[in-house]
């Protein structure tokens, strides 16, 4: 079997590929034949050697994948051969309150931009059964944590969403999808189609529109938002706080536009908006989303699909950031 490995930082040319013998499971784990991976902002913050707490030279990148079940070990009773399987962002996170400190992939276990992968039988829930591996390779981090972000939002809500990154669009159709109805910014009047065809009621261009938060207000008749989901960081925060309803919760995901800006205490505190910080999501939020886009129908927005022996290809069009959807490796 072939693996990618970070031989060194700097870049998607880091990566070398190794082959190794094909692993057999233990008890309570499963071996799995990786058909497909995507790639998260983490991922670019990994190959630079910018991640904290730092990654060993030699592990196997990449959180997200999908594929089917190629032998079980002894004990297994979750799955049988054959089954298609999408894997939990974080592998000792199962529900409830994360309370202790969270396992991660290419941290403390090797990633997915492999041909094969052991792994224990309890971080894998069933793929839904209408997508595709390359579909079902991105919900792991991006779909879960736009559906942790979205977690409260009922019918009748309104929800504003940024840009077109993958947690942005699951976010959109997510939030169609219980009822609500979606805001969403970009850069590009190009993006605002796809915007509305996913559900996107209004959609606003930033840099058209610098003081987008007002923008909001006036197609909330000055109301506000219920729930932003914010992927800009301290760069985007005055404005989706200009945005908010009173009482509504702002879900900071990203900081994908930057340190920059931000927010002093006395207006925090004075906008009477709540802030969570969404840690993408146990299994069972993995098991919940994945059983709510089955029953919509919903699928994911690809990108673009890259062959495995492209990997390095497909990263270098990641970082580019000129996406929208996901980039997709196929194994």
């Not at 499971?25 to 990994?46: C, H, K, M, Q, T």
Request: charged share 20%; with cysteine.
């Amino acid at each position: 079997m072939r693996s990618f490995h970070i031989n060194s930082f700097g870049g998607p040319d880091s990566l070398i590929i190794k082959e190794s013998e094909l692993p057999k499971p233990g008890r309570g784990e499963v071996l799995v034949r990786v058909r497909a991976s995507s790639l998260n902002f983490r991922d670019l913050i990994i190959f630079a050697g910018q991640y904290q707490p730092p990654i060993q030279i030699g592990r196997v990148p990449l959180s997200d994948g999908a594929g089917e079940i190629e032998a079980l070990g002894e004990g297994v009773k979750r799955f049988r051969v054959g089954d298609k399987v999408v894997n939990s962002f974080l592998p000792n996170w199962f529900g409830g309150t994360l309370n202790t400190r969270a396992e991660q992939w290419s941290l403390d276990h090797d990633g997915w931009l492999t041909e094969y992968k052991v792994v224990n039988a309890e971080i894998l829930v069933p793929m839904p059964s209408h997508m595709s591996f390359e579909e079902g390779a991105t919900l792991s981090c991006a779909a879960v944590t736009a559906w942790s972000a979205l977690a409260g939002v009922r019918a009748g809500d309104v929800v504003l969403t940024q840009g077109t990154g993958g947690v942005s669009l699951f976010a959109v159709q997510l939030a169609t999808a219980l009822g609500a109805r979606v805001i969403s910014t970009t850069s590009r009047d190009e993006k605002a189609e796809m915007l509305r065809r996913l559900g996107a009621r209004d959609v606003i261009n930033y840099n058209a529109t610098p003081e987008w938060g007002d923008a909001v207000r006036e197609l909330t008749n000055g109301r506000g938002v219920d729930r932003v989901v914010e992927v800009g960081g301290p760069a985007t925060l005055p404005q989706s706080m200009k945005a908010s309803a009173v009482g509504a919760d702002i879900s900071i995901i990203g900081i994908l536009a930057g340190h920059e800006g931000g927010v002093d205490f006395m207006t925090m505190f004075r906008s009477r908006v709540g802030f969570r910080a969404v840690t993408v999501g146990s299994r069972r939020d993995l098991e919940d989303m994945c059983r709510a886009m089955e029953q919509h129908g919903i699928r994911p927005v690809i990108d673009s699909v890259y062959a495995f022996d492209d990997a390095k290809a497909a990263i270098a069009h990641f970082g580019a950031r000129n996406i929208a959807g996901k980039v997709v490796i196929q194994h």
